[in-house]
């Protein structure tokens, strides 16, 4: 897709383009802190799930601007039915764009407003790098009213503003306001400890960050933007990980002896290096770093890096012959493009609202406390073993952690669901479709817990050698949406995280929460293209869904207990 310039002329998908760059430009400063700042400039939407609302009300706010000034050919979710939207527009379309979508990034990030951001986009409305968001605004808005006149500029201005007080009012109340719980003071465990001692299904602090905090546990409680509840599709007690695995020896569980192999070391006595468990030279070892971004400095959370997907989604449908699209879009459309955008983010918005409420209903444990736990029941065992862990890219913390929540269903197997469900919906041949993607944990510029560049060109790896290590993981890969969703989720389990199950029951909530996004929100009101699979083709086994160019090691099957998964249809 040709590059559209930034802000500039008379073609609103180039104002489009540039705030949904700001919008991601922004939640990664925002998990960015600097030394000395005020806490109350950063991290004012931090962690996997707030960042995932807030990426939605961005974009949502772009899609009403875009549909209410070319005809509302799509039904909305801020304006009522029978309200008619005013006469069509396209002039001030560019103006309304840029208006609400910096109203609503000023209204959930007041810290980062007259902040220096890095421009990436370049062209004229950057006159200084970093340049500061307001003047972002001032900017494109001097670049509307020379294309499209101070008339148009003015209108588009007015409902922008109409907009994001609109997203402001049906949303500042749903709950995302309420502080994060904390263990020893109003962190509530499912289950009452027994002698001092949880039961082996409980949920517990991570023992090598000691985190406190119960991040997101109160996420269930928000209202989510499409689903009907937070718990529309949580799994029923009796389908739930606690029934299925508390009367089982943790030893024997699907894939706890992959952890074991795959996805950590062992440190003796806690000091020093003892027979590591992981070669450095494994892809499950890359895997688990490239589809990171865990809450850290310059990358943000997941949702970024699904948008950034998208981003390269939507390249490869505009540059692919009509006859490979859905109709779902029109790529020189403004109004479909936002929409595409919307849709994609909505779903990530309620997928976080619906894996964290499964999340606190069943605090279910992460590898480590289990894995430790029964290794304490050895005398002689003298050896402790520490995941791989979160990657803690761009800090100068120096250890990797458990994400501080429960394991089950997984958070990024989740949203992944979700993205590739919507995607599904914009090509004609969803199961053969391929995308390029270049991770920014692997673009040669951010910094691993080692304190090593990731694909700095001549660089040396992390186990000493230099060169190859990293040679495949350090330019774009070729994807298909199923063996993508399928990687995104395992890649959670070789970082030593969570389970198999978190990651298999986790697609199928995003496939699920995709499903009703597709079919509920932003309708077209002709009725227009119906939906397609939402999910992986039906039937196929784990290791029919393995990138074509990732390697596991021998027995992976085995090892992970996925010998009888086979993928489940979603409609």
Known sequence: ???????????????????????????????????????ATFLQQFGPARAARALALVHLAMFESANRL??????????????????????????????????????????????????????????????????????????????????????????????????????????????????????????????????????????????????????????????????????????????????????????YKALIEYAGEYRLNSTGLSDPAIALARDGFFVAQLWAYDATAGLCAPGRLYNQIAD??????????????????????????????????????????????????????????????????????????????????????????????????????????????????YVADPNTFEFKFLSDEFNGKNKDVYNYVRCLSNAENPDGSTGGKYAKFCRERTFTFSCAERENADSRIFMGVHWIFDADDGIVLGNQVASHVVRTALKDKSGGVQPVLFSAPPGLKRADLICRDTAWPDGWEEAFGAKDFVTTEIR
Request: proline share 9%; with cysteine.
């Open 1 to 39: 897709m040709q590059q559209l310039p930034f802000l500039t002329g008379n073609d609103p998908k180039s104002y489009l383009a540039g705030w949904h760059n700001i919008s991601l430009d922004v939640t990664a400063i925002d998990h960015s802190p600097i030394l000395n700042a005020s806490p």
């Open 70 to 255: 070319t005809g509302a050919r799509y039904e909305s979710l801020v304006f009522p039915t029978n309200e008619p939207p005013p006469a069509a527009n396209p002039n001030a379309v560019a103006a309304a764009i840029s208006e609400s979508a910096f109203q609503v990034i000023s209204w959930l990030y007041p810290g980062l407003t007259d902040m220096a951001l890095t421009s990436r986009m370049g062209g004229q409305c950057v006159t200084s790098d970093p340049l500061i968001l307001r003047e972002y605004i001032y900017c494109s808005l001097a670049e509307t009213r020379k294309a499209f006149g101070e008339d148009s500029t003015q209108i588009g201005i007015a409902l922008g503003r109409e907009i994001a007080g609109r997203i402001k009012t049906k949303f500042q109340g749903d709950g995302s306001a309420t502080p994060e719980p904390v263990w020893s003071s109003d962190f509530s465990p499912r289950t009452v400890p027994a002698a001092g001692q949880f039961q082996i299904t409980q949920w517990q602090i991570d023992p090598v960050s000691k985190l406190q905090v119960a991040l997101g546990g109160r996420w269930g409680d928000v209202h989510p933007m499409t689903l009907s509840s937070s718990f529309q599709f949580r799994r029923s007690e009796a389908q739930s990980p606690i029934r299925r695995h508390r009367d089982k020896d943790p030893t024997n569980w699907d894939s």
């Open 312 to 425: 390269a989604v939507l390249k490869e449908i505009v540059d692919k012959p009509a006859s490979r699209r859905q109709g779902a879009i029109d790529p020189d459309k403004v109004e479909d493009v936002a929409r595409f955008y919307s849709l994609v983010n909505l779903a990530l918005g309620d997928a976080a609202i619906a894996a964290w409420d499964e999340k606190y209903h069943f605090q279910f444990p992460r590898p480590i406390t289990v894995i430790r736990s029964t290794q304490a029941k050895d005398p002689n065992t003298k050896k402790v073993w520490y995941p791989l862990g979160a990657q803690v890219t761009n800090s100068e913390d120096g250890k990797n952690i458990s994400p501080p929540f429960p394991a089950y269903p997984s958070g990024h197997a989740t949203f992944g669901g979700a993205l590739f469900g919507v995607l599904r919906q």
